[in-house]
T-cell receptor
Framework: GNSVTQMEGPVTLSEEAFLTINCTYTATGYPSLFWYVQYPGEGLQLLLKATKADDKGSNKGFEATYRKETTSFHLEKGSVQVSDSAVYFCALSAHSNYQLIWGAGTKLIIKP | GAGVSQSPSNKVTEKGKDVELRCDPISGHTALYWYRQSLGQGLEFLIYFQGNSAPDKSGLPSDRFSAERTGGSVSTLTIQRTQQEDSAVYLC?????????????FGDGTRLSIL
């Protein structure tokens, strides 16, 4: 079946550090891929998405590229801020149905 | 407001009681989803509506769980004879249509605690 695996947290970085959160997936066909973010005390928000191979999603300085050959959708940011502290979820949506399949989430802690 | 609205935001109830959770999607969104977020289980899909019909109920964990949607808008998730393992945050999301390319927009959730 379809599944998403993302790196376990928490990930702790200093401000202005480079961030990578790994995400790999298993799916039949060509799913759509998403990163959602959950800030402390808030609901889930879409961060970025990519719907086909080699697409790059980007938002708020974050980027992720849909890599079909490695079945990956790693999240990157060149210089993180304290305000980026949150839990990040990688998810996929297969074209055969519409539910989101979620990774376990990665808690990111940015220290000033 | 313009977002997905859920009520109540918090619900505490005794084991064995029934609860109803409400979701008001973004106006015009035909697709509506319920998920559950719990410690140790992460985010789990429960049910998907397209309009008033539910083509995918595969995630409902038991027959104590049911959901309906009326008028293509508001949805209610009902849990009968609640158990402690039902404690979780129940999330509702909506999207413009049943297309897997479209992102889902989430409400803030209902935090359900079963004593």
């Amino acid at each position: 079946g379809n599944s998403v695996t993302q790196m376990e947290g928490p990930v702790t970085l200093s401000e202005e550090a480079f961030l990578t959160i790994n995400c790999t997936y298993t799916a039949t066909g060509y799913p759509s891929l998403f990163w959602y973010v959950q800030y402390p005390g808030e609901g889930l928000q879409l961060l970025l998405k990519a719907t086909k191979a080699d697409d790059k999603g980007s938002n708020k300085g974050f980027e992720a590229t849909y890599r079909k050959e490695t079945t990956s959708f790693h999240l990157e940011k060149g210089s993180v801020q304290v305000s980026d502290s949150a839990v990040y979820f990688c998810a996929l949506s297969a074209h055969s149905n519409y539910q989101l399949i979620w990774g376990a989430g990665t808690k990111l802690i940015i220290k000033p | 407001g313009a977002g997905v609205s859920q009520s109540p935001s918090n619900k505490v109830t005794e084991k064995g009681k029934d609860v109803e959770l409400r979701c008001d999607p973004i106006s015009g969104h035909t697709a509506l989803y319920w998920y559950r977020q719990s410690l140790g289980q992460g985010l789990e899909f429960l049910i998907y509506f397209q309009g008033n019909s539910a083509p995918d109920k595969s995630g409902l964990p038991s027959d104590r769980f049911s959901a309906e949607r009326t008028g293509g808008s508001v949805s209610t998730l009902t849990i009968q004879r609640t158990q402690q393992e039902d404690s979780a945050v129940y999330l509702c999301a909506s999207s413009p249509g049943g297309d897997s390319n479209q992102p889902q927009h989430f409400g803030d959730g209902t935090r359900l605690s079963i004593l």
